[in-house]
């Protein structure tokens, strides 16, 4: 079993929806969770980054991370084509001796105008 | 800002050679982290530098080595190739807990 399960989708929707993404972990020192957005040849590039348990928002994009569920999640409202890329969901411990992030395998998204 | 660079942009080579990637971090980063992103596997946890020190290592073979450069910068040595190999580069960096930035990697095909 992975330590970090995403669905690798493809996923499709139309422009204006409504999208959810999830992860699900089994590393219960996990901390720290991102989110990365990867366009097609290209690096990743950070959306959203929270501590431990609760939600954030930043204009259409909205983290929410469940703890006691190992659950985290990426809500993206007013989708928009530009939104269409590989989302990747990471996370990594809070000791000093372990900072590099484990990555789940990412879910490509299309928005279709 | 300057974000994280990585050269070559992309690098062929064959079986049995060697490959070096080059990264430059964001400025005051001293953390620099390589990955591989190969086709269908997700991005693995290759190895993190700080302060000039190999800090942790991923499930990776030895010939897959590098060092950090007293400014920060970083190169990733891949010996031996193999057609395996052939993936997407990843370097990131980072200073102490921040977030990791990316750059856009080395694309490297083994033939």
């Known amino acids: 079993q992975k330590e970090v399960e995403q669905d690798p989708g493809p996923l499709s929707v139309p422009e204006g929806a409504i999208v959810s993404l999830n992860c699900t972990y089994s590393n219960s020192a996990f901390q720290y969770f991102m989110w990365y957005r990867q366009y097609s040849r290209k690096g990743p590039e950070l959306l959203m980054y929270?501590?431990?348990?609760g939600n954030k928002e930043d204009g259409r994009f909205t983290a929410q991370v469940d703890k006691s569920s190992k659950y985290i999640s990426l809500f993206i409202r007013d989708s928009q084509p530009s939104d269409s890329a590989t989302y990747l969901c990471a996370m990594r411990e809070s000791s000093g001796s372990a900072r590099q992030l484990t990555f789940g395998s990412g879910t490509q998204l299309t928005v279709l105008p | 800002e300057a974000g994280v660079t990585q050269s070559p942009t992309h690098l062929i080579k064959t079986r049995g050679q060697q490959a070096t990637l080059r990264c430059s971090p964001i400025?005051?980063?001293?953390?620099v982290y390589w990955y591989q992103q190969a086709l269908g596997l997700g991005l693995q946890f290759l190895l993190w530098y700080d302060e000039g020190e190999e800090r942790n290592r991923g499930n990776f073979p030895p010939r897959f080595s590098g060092r950090q450069f007293p400014n920060y910068s970083s190169e990733l040595n891949v010996n031996a190739l193999e057609l395996e190999d052939s993936a997407l580069y990843l370097c990131?960096?980072?200073?102490?807990?921040?977030?990791?930035?990316f750059g856009n990697g080395t694309r490297l095909t083994v033939t």
């Open positions: 400025s005051g980063h001293t953390s």
């Open positions: 929270t501590y431990s348990s």
């Open positions: 990131a960096s980072s200073l102490s807990m921040s977030p990791l930035h």
